[in-house]
């Protein structure tokens, strides 16, 4: 696939701003972007003349970018071939000694699954699994048991729901594609959260529709603002419970006066994450236009690859429309396994929340003894910290940080135009070791920077 100069230098954002050479700063930004996966492996990059050109500056500086990348294993180039991302073969040499310098993965958000529970749950899904097999198995809005399942845990949630009101999808992020290819045509602007779930962003670029950014800020959600943009979306995608990145939960007063001229999408995926307060209603209830999506991702586990559509027959028709064009439905053991797993209650497991919260005890505690500047407010729930840092240095921190031994999301990937460029967000889905190793590791990679390290030159071994 050939990424156009235009795209890639969309993506750098504002990789202008920063010290160090032109050009260090250039391939830190472009090594950021493979290892977010924004340029995906295999990808073609556009040539030093045109990237130039899109950014504004001289080839000298791109070509430099580029062979610094081509050292460190970031691009491959071949005579009169486009250069192609690819990854290291090995880890830098500072990552390879000792035995405790395996790189810290905090750039997901997502907990371990709870094995027993999953165990128990599949096998008995396999004991139900031949009532299915004098049928097709071609389940478009997914299997009857799923489909009800899910309603009864809107049901015993406080929201009346019938299971022909359900469609069954593989994930969250594949409920929002199809929604989006439904609802929306190019040039469609989409009303968001600023910062939003990244895949959201890329889902609505994908679709060529325009993004109308209205500010989460630490007080949370402004539904003035919110009606005045829905004035003028075509439509409105909003992560209410416990956003992703913030963690903020939407007070229920402006859940009651949130009435937006446009159709609205509401992503309800973390909404079983609570942790220091009850699980917010679903939002349906103050909204019964909402169309709500929803998951066992987070909950349960994501390899369960089940999520799905809350709205009317008549929407959740004309989704399946366009998805005989990507896919023709959902495994139906999974569907069967997640169904026995929603009727049994397992969507909010006391140990696991409390495992979470003392997780998320520990990363704060670690934050402030390593990396005392950095602000960092405490959610009531959800699976992150979404960390301010006083300078806008996010981005080369998470270019450099990799050599220290630890991946992290800088903030512009949750935002549009190079925004959140002093924001981090801190999963604390790991073991309460690994994330204080994880921080001491940033900690160095932080002091590195302040130093004048960049990611092509990093100095430092990993403790
Ligand atoms: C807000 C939000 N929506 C959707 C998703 C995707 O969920 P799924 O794994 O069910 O596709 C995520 C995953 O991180 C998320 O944070």
Same mark, same amino acid.
Not at 47 to 65: F, H, I, K, M, P
Not at 237 to 254: E, Q, R, V, W
């Given at each position: 696939?050939?990424?156009?100069?235009?795209?890639?230098?969309?993506?750098?954002?504002?990789?202008?701003?920063?010290?160090?050479?032109?050009?260090? !700063?250039?391939?830190?930004?472009?090594?950021?972007?493979?290892? %977010?996966?924004?340029?995906?492996?295999?990808?073609?990059?556009?040539?030093?003349?045109?990237?130039?050109?899109?950014?504004?500056?001289?080839?000298?500086?791109? #070509?430099?970018?580029?062979?610094?990348?081509?050292?460190?294993?970031?691009?491959?180039?071949?005579? !009169?071939?486009?250069?192609?991302?690819?990854?290291?073969?090995? &880890?830098?040499?500072?990552?390879?000694?000792?035995?405790?310098?395996?790189?810290?993965?905090?750039?997901?958000?997502?907990?371990?699954?709870?094995?027993? =529970?999953?165990?128990?749950?599949?096998?008995?899904?396999?004991?139900?699994?031949?009532?299915?097999?004098?049928?097709?198995?071609? %389940?478009?809005?997914?299997?009857?048991?799923? !489909?009800?399942?899910?309603?009864?845990?809107?049901?015993?949630?406080?929201?009346?729901?019938?299971?022909?009101?359900?469609? =069954?999808?593989?994930?969250?992020?594949?409920?929002?594609?199809?929604?989006?290819?439904?609802?929306?045509? /190019?040039?469609?602007?989409?009303?968001?959260?600023?910062?939003?779930? /990244?895949?959201?962003?890329?889902?609505?670029?994908?679709?060529?529709?325009?993004?109308?950014?209205?500010?989460?800020?630490?007080? #949370?959600?402004?539904?003035?603002?919110?009606?005045?943009?829905?004035?003028?979306?075509?439509?409105?995608?909003?992560? &209410?419970?416990?956003?992703?990145?913030?963690?903020?939960?939407?007070?229920?007063?402006?859940?009651?006066?949130?009435?937006?001229?446009?159709?609205?999408?509401?992503?309800?995926?973390?909404?079983?994450?609570?942790?220091?307060?009850?699980?917010?209603? &679903?939002?349906?209830?103050?909204?019964?236009?909402?169309?709500?999506?929803?998951?066992?991702?987070?909950?349960?586990?994501?390899?369960?690859? =089940?999520?799905?559509?809350?709205?009317?027959?008549?929407?959740?028709?004309?989704?399946?429309?366009?998805?005989?064009?990507?896919?023709?439905?959902?495994?139906?053991?999974?569907?069967?396994?997640?169904?026995?797993?929603? %009727?049994?209650?397992?969507?909010?497991? &006391?140990?696991?929340?409390?495992?979470?919260?003392?997780?998320?005890?520990?990363?704060?505690?670690?934050?402030?003894?390593?990396?005392?500047?950095?602000?960092?407010?405490?959610?009531? #729930?959800?699976?992150?910290?979404?960390?301010?840092?006083?300078?806008?240095?996010?981005?080369?921190?998470?270019?450099?940080?990799?050599?220290?031994?630890?991946?992290?999301?800088?903030?512009?990937?949750?935002?549009?135009?190079?925004?959140?460029?002093?924001?981090?967000?801190?999963?604390?889905?790991?073991?309460? %070791?690994?994330?204080?190793?994880? =921080?001491?590791?940033?900690?160095?990679?932080?002091?590195?920077?302040?130093?004048?390290?960049? #990611?092509?030159?990093?100095?430092?071994?990993?403790?």
């Amino acid at each position: 696939m050939k990424v156009t100069s235009h795209v890639v230098a969309r993506m750098l954002g504002t990789w202008q701003e920063g010290p160090g050479p032109a050009h260090q !700063r250039l391939s830190d930004r472009l090594r950021l972007l493979v290892l %977010d996966g924004r340029l995906p492996l295999g990808s073609t990059l556009p040539s030093e003349r045109d990237l130039a050109t899109a950014l504004s500056t001289s080839r000298t500086t791109v #070509g430099a970018a580029y062979r610094t990348l081509v050292e460190h294993g970031y691009l491959a180039t071949r005579a !009169r071939a486009k250069a192609t991302v690819r990854l290291p073969d090995d &880890p830098p040499p500072e990552r390879r000694s000792g035995t405790n310098s395996a790189t810290i993965d905090l750039s997901f958000a997502a907990p371990p699954a709870p094995v027993e =529970i999953l165990h128990a749950a599949f096998a008995a899904a396999l004991e139900q699994l031949p009532r299915h097999f004098e049928r097709h198995g071609y %389940d478009r809005n997914g299997t009857a048991e799923l !489909r009800e399942a899910v309603a009864h845990w809107y049901q015993r949630r406080g929201l009346p729901t019938p299971p022909d009101h359900i469609l =069954i999808t593989n994930g969250a992020q594949h409920a929002l594609a199809l929604l989006a290819r439904t609802l929306l045509s /190019p040039r469609d602007q989409v009303l968001i959260d600023h910062p939003t779930y /990244p895949h959201a962003i890329s889902t609505f670029t994908e679709v060529r529709a325009r993004l109308l950014p209205v500010a989460v800020a630490s007080s #949370g959600w402004d539904t003035a603002q919110l009606h005045a943009a829905g004035r003028i979306a075509t439509l409105a995608y909003l992560i &209410p419970d416990f956003h992703n990145p913030t963690g903020l939960c939407m007070p229920t007063s402006a859940r009651q006066s949130l009435k937006l001229a446009c159709p609205t999408v509401i992503d309800e995926t973390m909404t079983d994450l609570a942790l220091d307060r009850a699980s917010p209603d &679903p939002f349906a209830i103050h909204m019964p236009t909402a169309i709500s999506i929803g998951s066992v991702s987070k909950s349960i586990w994501g390899g369960l690859r =089940i999520g799905w559509i809350r709205a009317t027959p008549s929407l959740l028709e004309r989704v399946q429309q366009t998805r005989h064009a990507t896919d023709l439905g959902t495994p139906v053991v999974e569907q069967l396994a997640t169904a026995i797993l929603l %009727d049994e209650d397992q969507t909010q497991r &006391p140990g696991t929340l409390e495992q979470l919260r003392s997780q998320r005890d520990v990363l704060r505690q670690a934050l402030t003894e390593d990396l005392p500047d950095l602000h960092v407010p405490q959610p009531a #729930g959800g699976l992150t910290l979404w960390a301010t840092f006083p300078q806008p240095i996010s981005s080369r921190l998470a270019a450099i940080a990799p050599d220290y031994g630890v991946t992290i999301a800088a903030g512009p990937r949750f935002g549009i135009g190079g925004a959140f460029e002093r924001n981090i967000r801190l999963p604390y889905t790991l073991p309460q %070791d690994q994330l204080t190793q994880a =921080i001491r590791r940033l900690a160095q990679a932080e002091q590195a920077l302040t130093r004048g390290a960049t #990611g092509a030159h990093s100095p430092a071994p990993v403790a």
